[in-house]
C-alpha cells in the first residue's frame, strides 16, 4: 500500500521548487539514476512524446519526492 501524502508534504516541496527549482530538479536527476533508474527511464519514455516534456518530468519528481517523505514519515 502506498503511504499517505498529506498537505504538509506538498506544502513542503511547493517551497523548495519555488526557492530552487533548478538546483532541486538537478538533485532529483541524480537521486533517481542512483536510487530508481527504472522510474527515471519511465520519466524520460513517457516526456519524449509529451508535448511538455518538462512538465511531465517535473510532475514524476514531485510524485516520487512526495511519496518518498511520506513513507519516511510513516516508518517512523
Do not use: C, F
Not at 511547493?14 to 539514476?33: A, Y
Request: hydrophobic share 45%; glycine share 2%.
Amino acid at each position: 500500500m502506498l503511504p499517505v501524502v498529506t498537505a504538509d508534504i506538498l506544502e513542503s516541496l511547493e517551497e523548495v521548487i519555488q526557492g530552487s527549482s533548478d538546483e532541486w530538479k538537478r538533485e532529483m536527476v541524480h537521486h533517481l539514476k542512483e536510487d530508481n533508474p527504472e522510474v527515471n527511464s519511465l520519466l524520460l519514455n513517457l516526456a519524449q512524446d509529451s508535448p511538455d516534456a518538462k512538465k511531465v518530468i517535473l510532475a514524476g519528481y514531485l510524485v516520487y519526492k512526495a511519496l518518498e517523505i511520506a513513507d519516511q514519515i510513516q516508518d517512523i
